[in-house]
């Protein structure tokens, strides 16, 4: 059974509780998306389905041959599965495989921020203020270690590239369904800027 379907983030708004309390949500237009391609153990080494999602019209002659019948799209991704049975090339996905107050995990890209120092990449506090330090409050401070081992370790908290990374937040609660327009309405913030592409996947943990 497919447990997962490709989505676009629309941005974020608000919803009240029946207890009148107000809740910050993510709107995501999910679906509809087709199965392109059925990998199974036997042959690929793992169980998963390719699929489509935004219709393309503009149909590059590479894929021609993958696409066929099924129409060509825009973003291709696979979901991985347990079992592929019951599931076949051409079938659709649609939001309605969730359902309310359904715990979901989604990917995206972070928005890129840049190159960024540390005190904003890693919110370091800075030097001191004081003592005549009056151009270090926002440096990194010593990244040495001596004579041994002797060089900057990999791995070691400084500054550059921020953002544009590929992040999941997990057990998101799905709080509204809209099965006419494929949105749904997920509690909280979700990675991404606007009509980024995301993954979402029903929460396995």
Do not use: W
């Not at 928005?111 to 990194?140: C, E, L």
């Not at 590929?166 to 949105?183: A, F, G, Q, W």
Request: hydrophobic letters at 35%.
């Amino acid at each position: 059974m497919i447990n997962g379907i490709l989505g676009q983030k629309l941005g974020m708004t608000q919803i009240f509780r029946e207890n009148g309390r107000a809740e910050a949500v993510t709107a995501i237009v999910a679906g509809p998306c087709a199965v392109i391609q059925i990998k199974k153990e036997s042959k690929e080494g793992y169980n998963a389905v390719q699929l489509g999602f935004v219709e393309n019209k503009k149909r590059k002659p590479v894929r021609q041959g993958q696409f066929k019948e099924i129409g060509n799209y825009r973003y291709l991704r696979e979901i991985r599965l347990n079992d592929t049975k019951g599931v076949e090339v051409g079938d659709k996905v649609n939001v309605n495989l969730f359902d309310i107050g359904d715990m979901v995990d989604i990917t995206g890209i972070s928005k890129g921020k840049g190159f960024a120092g540390v005190v904003k990449r890693y919110n370091f506090a800075g030097g001191p203020k004081t003592h005549g330090q009056s151009d270090r409050h926002r440096a990194v401070g010593s990244i040495g270690a001596s004579a041994s081992p002797g060089r900057v370790l990999k791995g070691t908290k400084m500054p550059g590239h921020m953002g544009g990374e590929r992040v999941t937040t997990r057990k998101l609660e799905i709080v509204h369904l809209d099965d006419e327009r494929n949105i749904m309405l997920v509690k909280g913030a979700i990675p991404g800027a606007k009509n980024g592409l995301l993954i979402i996947k029903k929460s396995g943990k």
